[in-house]
């Protein structure tokens, strides 16, 4: 007799090990054992991570279809210490999926089921780790999830797709000239170049119909006195994107600006990309099902507007392989008072919903 898990149990255990980006030994441990107590073909190590992979294949030919769940948790520091926090739910994401796998392991009759546990997306690491090792260059559906805080999606509903932006980390260094403050025009003020700097960009426009955003959000110069102009200034950037062609447009117009002001100043200015993630990109035939699988499994009072919803490494499994179908959605689960809160909690009742919407997608592709 097929034993079926329950999320919610498994959801319990796993909150108790919270664990860092590429450091998620005990999750992985425990997702290993889980899948293999199951009898499901069970891969560890992959690309000499943390990450684990479940295969179940069927007998007939047919496609390849990736449920992929996140394990890590958050940093933090309580009381001056520092911890992991399952802030952001991955333990819900990694409990849903060993309860999806439970269900499917004796249906994939056609082509091959791949349940891929990933590790780092905080630090948006684990998707690019997997890519190189390969996991996704067979896949032709790939499916995500995520538990939503309440203002995205009301608890006890699904929403088909979470509009993830682009978001990029950019760093300028600003190169000016050092002089006492009683003869800055012996000077280049790096304060007064990077003010410029942050200003030009205030001043970029887009399309007003698209979501876009861009702000300083760290500024650090001192020469050491307080009578002497400073030579050098780093300012860090977090800008966010609709789409990737907006995020790329904005970047070739962030360069040419900030090189611009650097000059016309007497300067020299470096850029360094500090961190980048892809917009969502989704394919709108694929999305149509899951929202069909969420009115199939919940009824359609259960269905929520796709909604939005900071950034995601998921997405960069379809940049690397663009004819692989995508989709990506989010239940509601009560989240409070947002994701990434060290205070963050919900009502874990509501993840067998994301079981079913899983199990119900697969079935129909491969079952």
């Known amino acids: 007799m097929s034993v079926i898990l329950d999320p919610i149990k498994m959801w319990e255990e796993l909150h108790k090990i919270p664990e860092l980006a590429m450091q998620e030994v005990k999750t992985s441990a425990y997702v290993a054992k889980t899948l293999q107590e ?3 073909e069970t891969q560890t190590g992959i690309g000499g991570t943390t990450g684990v992979l479940g295969v179940i ?3 007939e030919p047919g496609p390849v279809v990736m449920l992929r769940a996140d394990m890590d948790a958050l940093p933090f520091t309580i009381d001056g210490k520092e911890c992991a926090i399952h802030a952001c739910g991955h333990d819900s994401h990694t409990a849903m999926l060993l309860a999806a796998a439970s269900r499917l392991k004796d249906k994939v009759k056609k082509g091959t089921l791949k349940l891929l546990f990933q590790p780092a997306e905080e630090s948006i690491a684990g998707a690019l780790e997997m890519i190189k090792a390969g996991v996704v260059d067979d896949v032709d559906y790939a499916l ?3 538990i939503r805080p309440i203002q995205d999606v009301a608890a006890g509903k699904i929403c088909p797709a979470v509009n993830h932006t682009a978001s990029n980390t950019l760093q300028v260094v600003v190169q000016g000239r050092s002089a006492h403050a009683a003869r800055p025009h012996l000077g280049v003020n790096a304060i ?3 003010c410029a700097i942050v200003q030009g960009t205030q001043n970029m426009w887009f399309n007003p119909t698209n979501i876009w955003s861009m702000k300083c959000t760290q500024f650090h110069a001192d020469q050491g006195a307080t009578n002497s ?3 050098k200034a780093v300012i860090t950037f977090d800008c966010r994107a609709q789409t990737n062609p907006i995020m790329k447009d904005f970047r070739d117009r ?3 600006l900030v090189q611009g002001t650097a000059e016309a100043y007497g300067a020299t200015a470096t850029i360094s990309e500090l961190g980048f993630c892809p917009a969502a990109e989704y394919d709108e ?3 149509q099902m899951v929202a069909e699988s969420i009115v199939r499994t919940q009824g359609e009072d259960a269905l929520a507007p796709a909604c939005g919803g900071g950034g995601e490494d998921f997405h960069y499994y379809k940049m690397h392989k663009p004819t692989m179908k995508a989709a990506y959605f989010g239940l509601g689960v009560g ?5 990434h809160a060290a205070t963050m909690h919900f009502d874990p009742q509501y993840l067998p919903m994301g079981v079913d919407v899983m199990v119900d997608v697969v079935e129909r592709l491969i079952g």
Do not use: N, Q, R, S
Request: without cysteine.
């Open 38 to 40: 199951l009898g499901i």
């Open 192 to 194: 007064d170049v990077a």
């Open 57 to 59: 294949k069927g007998a």
């Open 229 to 231: 102009i400073p030579e």
């Open 335 to 339: 989240a409070t008072p947002g994701l």
């Open 144 to 146: 995500g999830a995520h």
């Open 285 to 287: 035939d694929f999305k």
């Open 254 to 256: 962030f360069a040419k």
